[in-house]
């Protein structure tokens, strides 16, 4: 099946730091990748949508200005987290459609991000 | 009311028992469904879509009822490698294609 990397894996940071992750699809072109953020014990949510060489679509509730999302190429898009806060510290993860016509998303592996 | 909804569960079940899970969903137009399993610490793996008619993979199987807005997740004869959180996955519209994710339901199969 299609592969989906991210990093790093985790990351721990200070508060007021940025943080980037980055999303691969490793033998794939991906149109679109998306961004969830799942916090314990709770499902995952969807972030925003990336869509390579256009602006993120961001889901109600998400900051576009604290989580800058940019898909510069058919293989990666990245999610910075700007001044991170300890309520951001969660568990990252992105998937991938192999394409647009297709339903199926493969997931990254997730970064588990702790802001101290 | 959330879009997705299950049973958190915990689950707790002997090895060789059959367990089954149900996911109801609040949008009547969904068009797809999907079951992911999520280990501990782990990203969500694509366990198996639901087909309106019904679909079996070796020990799973998936149902669906539109009328009731309701999927569910049958594990027969469980492992004790079937521990795992059970996530129903709603697509609304195929234009977005966005996932909508179920809290997930946890099954601890014990020997």
């Known amino acids: 099946g299609a592969v989906v990397s991210q990093h790093p894996s985790r990351v721990i940071c200070k508060s007021g730091t940025s943080v980037k992750i980055e999303c691969r699809s490793l033998?794939?072109?991906?149109?679109?990748m998306f961004w969830y953020r799942q916090f314990p014990k709770q499902s995952l949510m969807l972030m925003a949508t990336?869509?390579?060489?256009?602006?993120?679509?961001?889901e109600q509730g998400v900051e576009k200005d604290k989580f800058l999302i940019n898909h510069a190429s058919l293989t990666l898009s990245t999610l910075t987290v700007t001044s991170a806060h300890p309520e951001d510290s969660s568990f990252y993860i992105c998937?991938?459609?192999?394409?647009?016509?297709?339903?199926?998303?493969?997931f990254g592996p997730g970064t588990r991000l702790l802001v101290l | 009311r959330k879009e997705v909804e299950q049973d958190p569960g915990p689950f707790n079940v002997p090895e060789g028992a059959t367990v089954a899970f149900n996911c109801t969903y609040s949008?009547?137009?969904?068009?797809?469904f999907f079951w992911y399993r999520q280990d501990c610490r782990k990203e969500p793996k694509l366990l198996m879509s639901?087909?309106?008619s019904g679909n079996e993979d070796g020990r799973f199987t998936a149902q669906l009822n539109r009328a009731s807005q309701y999927i569910s997740l049958l594990i027969r004869d469980s492992k004790l490698s079937d521990s795992a959180t059970y996530l129903c996955?709603?697509?609304?519209?195929?234009?977005?294609?966005?996932?909508?994710f179920g809290q997930g339901t946890t099954l601890q199969v014990k020997p």
């Open positions: 996955v709603v697509i609304f519209s195929s234009n977005t294609g966005k996932l909508i």
């Open positions: 990336s869509n390579e060489g256009s602006k993120a679509t961001y």
């Open positions: 639901v087909y309106s």
């Open positions: 033998d794939f072109q991906a149109t679109t």
């Open positions: 949008n009547s137009a969904s068009q797809s």
């Open positions: 998937s991938a459609k192999v394409q647009a016509s297709q339903e199926t998303q493969y």
